[in-house]
């Protein structure tokens, strides 16, 4: 049965595939490719490359602590970073619907400068909203890695960084982030140049407060965690916000008997249709003796840091629900498929927010079925381009 189930469903992926064949995936470059690389590519600022391979203690005045909130944007990645000495760092803004949610955020936290924005990799779930923080902030230094999107969000962002006057820092492994004395920061990824999976180029910092450590892995798979590894760099870090929403592709064994976490944010999505965070995930986790913090349970996390102990906050806020979004691939290439409602269901157990966009195309609709088969199951997958959706049903039945 489960085999006459997998061969179906395998037809209709291919099927699909077929009949979508407009909608590309990161791996297919286009013209407006190589514009938004050239693009990128005139910014980039000379690297300011470290000499140094670690993050050590630093001194710390008492009483100021170091705040950092993992901004609840469901299947997303949102952090904020407050220093003691004023400076504000962002690594990436949710998607775009997750806009107006995150200034909102900054603004109660009165931030009213961003010194650093680190676009982990440009997948729409990390800088889906960034173009519209550069645009409401003060922005200091915009760091991202050098690799290119052919999606409207990307481009978005190239724009506005682009109208503020703005230049590129590009992040690679051994960049020093000038946040003054009180913290020490460091990029520890990406360690190549050329990665197949866009994920593997996630900006990677790790930052130190006192002696206390925070690991952000950004979607980091388990390339770039073996890269990491093989670097020599000091992964051990309190504080690990784990890569990629806890999906399987990351967290390796290897990786978290480095970095020994004791405590461990996953920035993932209530009822996110990729099964995140993986049960593999969960267990690795457990079983390397780290607290783990979930925004699907837990909604927007807050760590606290004084320089020798960290205190979490989860009650912060309610668990925001929201749809799945796109992780592997993105694009903005509509697609012939009808209009689709406004709102629909993905999964009996998941509420599916429309997020519309100015640039969208009027009501088309972008749908790529991924099967896997993780532990001998079969998950459908959706990936939602435009941000609208369709009910998975009524399209399987005008196939
Ligand atoms: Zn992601």
């Given at each position: 049965m489960r085999s006459f189930w997998k061969m179906k469903l395998t037809g209709i992926f291919i099927a699909l595939l077929l009949a979508i064949s407009g909608c590309s995936s990161n791996a297919v470059p286009t013209t407006s490719t190589a514009s938004a690389a050239e693009q990128h590519?005139?910014?980039?600022?000379?690297?300011?490359?470290?000499?140094?391979n670690d993050t050590a203690p630093t001194t710390v005045v008492?009483?100021?602590?170091?705040k950092v909130s993992y901004i609840d944007v469901g299947q997303a990645d949102s952090i904020l970073i407050q220093i003691p000495n004023g400076k504000n760092v962002l690594i990436d803004a949710g998607n775009n619907g997750d806009a107006n949610a995150i200034t909102s955020y900054l603004k109660k936290q009165d931030v009213s400068k961003l010194d650093i924005v680190i676009a982990t990799h440009p997948h729409e779930d990390h800088i889906g909203s960034m173009d519209t923080q550069i645009k409401t902030f003060d922005i200091g230094q915009v760091i991202m890695p050098k690799k290119d999107s052919t999606t409207q969000t990307y481009k978005d962002l190239i724009t506005a960084i682009q109208n503020k006057g703005l230049k590129i820092?590009?992040?690679?492994?051994?960049?020093?982030?000038?946040?003054?004395?009180?913290?020490?920061?460091?990029?520890l990824a990406p360690n190549s140049a050329n990665y197949e999976d866009v994920n593997n180029y996630s900006a990677v910092l790790k930052l130190s407060y006192g002696t206390n450590t925070f690991l952000f892995e950004g979607d980091?798979?388990?390339?770039?965690?073996?890269?990491?590894i093989n670097a020599g760099y000091n992964l051990k870090?309190?504080?690990?916000?784990?890569?990629?929403?806890?999906?399987?592709?990351?967290?390796?064994?290897?990786?978290?008997?480095?970095?020994?976490?004791?405590?461990?944010?996953?920035?993932?999505?209530?009822?996110?249709?990729?099964?995140?965070?993986?049960?593999?995930?969960?267990?690795?986790?457990?079983?390397?003796?780290?607290?783990?913090?979930?925004a699907d349970l837990s909604g927007t996390?807050?760590?606290?840091?004084?320089?020798?102990?960290?205190?979490?906050?989860?009650?912060?806020?309610?668990?925001?629900?929201?749809?799945?979004?796109?992780?592997?691939?993105q694009s903005v290439a509509p697609v012939s498929v009808a209009p689709a409602p406004a709102q629909a269901t993905a999964s009996?157990?998941?509420?599916?927010?429309?997020?519309?966009?100015?640039?969208?195309?009027?009501?088309?609709?972008?749908?790529?079925?991924?099967?896997?088969?993780?532990?001998?199951?079969?998950?459908?997958?959706?990936?939602?381009?435009q941000l609208q959706i369709r009910p998975i049903r009524s399209l399987l039945e005008k196939l």
């Amino acid at each position: 049965m489960r085999s006459f189930w997998k061969m179906k469903l395998t037809g209709i992926f291919i099927a699909l595939l077929l009949a979508i064949s407009g909608c590309s995936s990161n791996a297919v470059p286009t013209t407006s490719t190589a514009s938004a690389a050239e693009q990128h590519q005139t910014q980039t600022q000379d690297q300011q490359t470290a000499t140094s391979n670690d993050t050590a203690p630093t001194t710390v005045v008492p009483g100021q602590k170091l705040k950092v909130s993992y901004i609840d944007v469901g299947q997303a990645d949102s952090i904020l970073i407050q220093i003691p000495n004023g400076k504000n760092v962002l690594i990436d803004a949710g998607n775009n619907g997750d806009a107006n949610a995150i200034t909102s955020y900054l603004k109660k936290q009165d931030v009213s400068k961003l010194d650093i924005v680190i676009a982990t990799h440009p997948h729409e779930d990390h800088i889906g909203s960034m173009d519209t923080q550069i645009k409401t902030f003060d922005i200091g230094q915009v760091i991202m890695p050098k690799k290119d999107s052919t999606t409207q969000t990307y481009k978005d962002l190239i724009t506005a960084i682009q109208n503020k006057g703005l230049k590129i820092t590009e992040a690679k492994a051994g960049l020093e982030l000038d946040l003054g004395s009180e913290v020490n920061a460091l990029l520890l990824a990406p360690n190549s140049a050329n990665y197949e999976d866009v994920n593997n180029y996630s900006a990677v910092l790790k930052l130190s407060y006192g002696t206390n450590t925070f690991l952000f892995e950004g979607d980091a798979q388990e390339q770039s965690e073996n890269e990491m590894i093989n670097a020599g760099y000091n992964l051990k870090s309190d504080v690990l916000k784990v890569g990629h929403h806890g999906s399987n592709t990351s967290s390796t064994t290897a990786f978290l008997t480095k970095v020994q976490p004791k405590y461990a944010v996953i920035s993932v999505g209530k009822g996110n249709s990729y099964g995140h965070p993986a049960n593999v995930t969960m267990d690795s986790l457990t079983n390397i003796g780290a607290k783990v913090y979930r925004a699907d349970l837990s909604g927007t996390i807050v760590a606290e840091s004084d320089g020798t102990n960290i205190t979490i906050n989860t009650i912060a806020t309610e668990v925001q629900p929201r749809a799945p979004t796109p992780t592997v691939s993105q694009s903005v290439a509509p697609v012939s498929v009808a209009p689709a409602p406004a709102q629909a269901t993905a999964s009996t157990n998941s509420t599916v927010k429309s997020t519309p966009t100015p640039t969208s195309s009027t009501g088309l609709v972008c749908i790529m079925y991924i099967i896997q088969k993780p532990r001998n199951s079969i998950f459908l997958h959706v990936h939602i381009c435009q941000l609208q959706i369709r009910p998975i049903r009524s399209l399987l039945e005008k196939l």
